[in-house]
């Protein structure tokens, strides 16, 4: 009896290994076109990310850009109109929108630098998430930042300085979202280069701060020698910030149009290439 229970038992061992053989493979991915719960857990570490430093990451900003108005109204109170209304209205939107450009591109640099430093970077690695959600989930998360700190530094200049209200919220709507993507999509490239945090570094002081500052946030550039005006108006962040404001105040010193095509035109050539570079794992995968 016992030699027959054996042989049934063995019997059933083998038509299990045969069913498993003649069965299709399970697929890598099994979470239809997109996997969202994998997605929706990306973006949230991301945000918890800086939230759990917002001392650092969303208070730091906001005050920055109240001092930088301080300076301005109280330091050139009688230079230059430095303290008049039109002057204030003026200068918060550029505000505004430098606290997008800075916290947007940070954030996804110093994630995506930290995560390879400390080699964390193969959690996000090795979920089943395809390389256009690890590009939705990063650049959805740096965006969320820089609006975070656009919307609390808008009150903040609201209440001390003067109000800010839209006449026209497509513009504002469309350039806060575009500037906050294409500095996300910069930072998250920058962040997969670099290799160290001093590169990181020289993306962030040498390219990014200086186009920043030098693109009418504090300035009219019709006040500007030919020249100057025309390298103005070759920098994309220009149009972002003068687009921004234009939301705000109705009037522009280029062309709104012009900026809202290439602003489009950019940031679907970065978000081609961050899905390329994902895609490919350069630098990411040992």
């Known amino acids: 009896m016992a030699w027959l229970a054996k042989t049934a038992m063995l019997r059933r061992l083998m038509t299990q290994m045969t069913d498993s053989l003649t069965k299709t493979p399970p697929t890598a991915r ?3 076109a997109v996997n969202w719960m994998g997605l929706a857990t990306l973006y949230k570490k991301e945000c918890r990310r800086f939230l759990k430093v917002f001392p650092q990451t969303l208070l730091a900003p906001i005050i920055s850009n109240l001092l930088f108005m301080t300076v301005f109204v109280l330091a050139f109170a009688e230079q230059r109109g430095g303290g ?3 002057f204030i209205k003026f200068l918060a939107p550029g505000l505004v929108m430098l606290g997008i450009l800075n916290n947007a591109a940070a954030n996804s640099s110093s994630s995506m ?3 390879k430093m400390n080699g964390s970077v193969i959690d996000v ?3 089943p998430l395809s390389y256009y959600e ?3 989930g990063y650049i959805g998360g740096a965006m969320t930042r820089g609006i975070v700190v656009a919307i609390a530094t808008a009150i903040a200049l609201s209440i001390f300085f003067t109000p800010l209200i839209p006449m026209h919220w497509w513009a504002v709507i469309y350039f806060s979202l575009s500037a906050a993507a294409a500095l996300a999509m910069i930072g998250t490239l920058s962040g997969i280069w670099a290799e160290k945090f001093d590169q990181l570094a020289v993306v962030n002081q040498f ?3 200086p186009l920043s500052y030098l693109s009418g946030t504090f300035y009219h550039i019709d006040i500007l020698p030919e020249l100057f005006q025309k390298i103005s108006l070759a920098n994309p962040l220009f149009y972002l910030i003068d687009g921004f404001r234009y939301g705000f105040l109705g009037e522009s010193d280029g062309n709104v149009m012009t900026g809202v095509i290439l602003i489009a035109i950019i940031n679907i050539i970065l978000f081609v290439l961050v899905l390329k570079v994902l895609k490919s794992g350069w630098r990411l995968k040992a």
């Open 30 to 32: 099994q979470f239809g």
């Open 84 to 86: 008049s209304p039109e």
């Open 113 to 115: 630098m930290t995560s």
């Open 125 to 127: 690695l090795m979920p």
């Open 134 to 136: 690890l590009a939705l």
């Open 207 to 209: 390219i990014i701060l």
